[in-house]
């Protein structure tokens, strides 16, 4: 029972830091991209929405091509001493790429719903561009930001294909939830399974649920 | 609504695919490349009967069939599997029989960069990581598992290890250079000769025997039986041959 603790806290850790990577990401791209006019702006959108519906093995593949010893950035990573295959931090960004597009996407609607008014009433008042952002942009944006963190949470959470083929299955220092259940259901434990299944499903449902409670839809309803 | 036939193209194509005449096979991933050479002939031999392959590790392969996959021959990579797909009578036990023989083998990347030559070196400290498949559901690791208890070296072997699904992913990792020494079969270390190196052949405490059997239940039982007479035969055990199968 005590091994279910050591691959939940690495999925903790996992989707902690791909869902704090992607609210400093996610977010800058999301501003950048509400703000942008450009024809070329829903291009880029859809690029970046790409790890949405791309099958996890597609991404999987890049990364090990890309940062894997004989991948692109293969030598350069080694020449740094950075190793992201079989690694943990190669799992943070497996789940990181797959998470990012839930995050953008909601902070850009967040963004684009602040009623421009309001930063141009701040610019007036003598802001600079920074502090409209950090003080008027952002704080309106804040809570659709949180839901597409807290989806972007228990996306990260259940991360599995890509996860798999770029950090591997090492037990205790690689293998999350969602990897030991899968060794668990191949090497036929069904009650090792059942537990870590349970514990996955009771996660994600609180993420979901606080992150339907953060939604902005939620506020206007209750409060009309 | 141009669109429609094309909708409905895509909802129906391929649907022919799994038609009655077709055999499954549910064989380990080792025997991916010796297998479907021996499906070829063997589709050559019977027009009309369309060989499937399923390939995976064997323990995959029987929780599948144990499960009520639609199979009609399921082949493993070690004895243990075969075992247990007995006790939970997925395969008809008069069927089983072995067709194959293999060894194991200590592989590295061509392009070594940290020298290997026996699985005692793989104490080293410059050996960083070590691909085998997972004992709990894959032959080649109950074999490494097997082999490296015996000489003493699991403990720091395994603290080392990377588990892979089956052996073709341990072999992958070996290729690709992101593990330092692997173990695989020698027939899977003879189909990535231009990416791996042989570095030692290690003895196993058990004999490496591959069983077959039909499937229990199985529709085609009959034919099921023929395919599993042609990878004995002559013919089949030269194919098996031909990839570095040895005769059981």
């Known amino acids: 029972m005590g091994a279910i603790w050591v691959p939940l806290a690495l999925s903790l850790k996992v989707a902690l830091w791909a869902t704090a990577i992607n609210l400093v990401l ?23 929405t790409l790890p949405l519906v791309l099958p996890p093995t597609v991404l999987g593949y890049y990364l090990l091509v890309m940062l894997g010893r004989r991948g692109v950035f293969g030598g ?54 920074a502090a409209v952002f950090f003080r008027v942009s952002l704080p309106l944006a804040a809570r659709g930001i949180a ?24 037990p205790g220092r ?51 | 609504m141009r669109l429609r036939p094309l909708v409905a193209l895509l909802l129906f194509v391929g649907s022919g695919a799994a038609g009655a005449a077709d055999l499954v096979v549910s064989a380990a991933s080792s ?17 009309g009967t369309h060989v499937v392959f399923n390939f995976a590790a064997s323990d995959v392969l029987l929780r599948q069939i144990a499960s009520g996959a639609p199979a009609d021959v399921f082949a493993s990579a070690d004895q243990a599997a075969m075992d247990k797909a007995v006790a939970a009578k997925a395969i008809d036990p008069a069927t089983r029989q072995d067709f194959a ?39 080649v690791g109950r074999y490494t598992k097997a082999a490296l208890e015996q000489q003493g070296l699991w403990d720091a072997v395994s603290a080392k290890g990377v588990l892979a699904q ?35 052949v290690v003895p196993t405490p058990k004999p490496i025997t591959y069983p077959i059997a039909v499937v229990a239940g199985s529709k085609q039982a009959k034919e099921a039986s023929g395919f599993e007479s042609f990878v004995q035969s002559a013919e089949g055990r030269s194919i098996l041959a031909g990839f570095g199968f040895e005769a059981p």
């Not at chain 1, 950048?32 to 450009?38: A, D, E, K, T, V």
């Not at chain 1, 597409?148 to 996860?163: D, H, N, P, Q």
């Open chain 1, 26 to 48: 996610g977010v800058a791209v999301a501003f950048g991209l509400s703000r942008w006019r450009s024809p070329v702006r829903e291009v880029v959108d859809s690029i970046l």
């Open chain 1, 76 to 129: 350069w990573l080694d020449r740094m001493d950075i190793q992201l295959v079989f690694t943990w931090q190669g799992a943070v960004i497996a789940s990181t790429l797959v998470a990012f597009p839930l995050v953008q996407k909601a902070a850009r609607a967040a963004f684009e719903a602040v009623d421009p008014q309001l930063e141009s009433a701040a610019r007036v008042l003598g802001l600079r561009e």
């Open chain 1, 147 to 170: 839901a597409g963190a807290l989806l972007a949470f228990a996306r990260a959470l259940g991360e599995f294909g890509a996860t798999l083929m770029i950090a591997g299955n090492l």
């Open chain 1, 174 to 224: 690689t293998q999350t939830l969602s990897v030991a259940i899968y060794a668990a259901v191949q090497a036929g434990d069904d009650e090792g399974a059942a537990v870590m299944v349970a514990v996955t499903s009771v996660t994600c449902v609180v993420a979901l649920l606080l992150a339907a409670w953060l939604a902005p839809n939620h506020l206007r309803r209750v409060r009309p």
């Open chain 2, 31 to 47: 025997l991916t490349d010796a297998f479907q050479a021996v499906g070829k002939a063997y589709e050559v031999k019977h027009p």
């Open chain 2, 101 to 139: 023989s293999n060894r194991l083998v200590l592989i590295v990347p061509k392009d070594v960069t940290v020298k290997v030559a026996s699985p005692a070196d793989l104490k080293a400290a410059t050996v960083k990581r070590v691909a085998y498949g997972d004992p709990a559901s894959v032959p």
């Open chain 2, 166 to 200: 089956n052996v073709r992913q341990s072999l992958d990792y070996v290729a690709r250079g992101e593990v330092e020494a692997g173990f695989v079969f020698a027939t899977d270390a003879a189909i990535a000769k231009d990416k791996v190196t042989v570095a030692a």
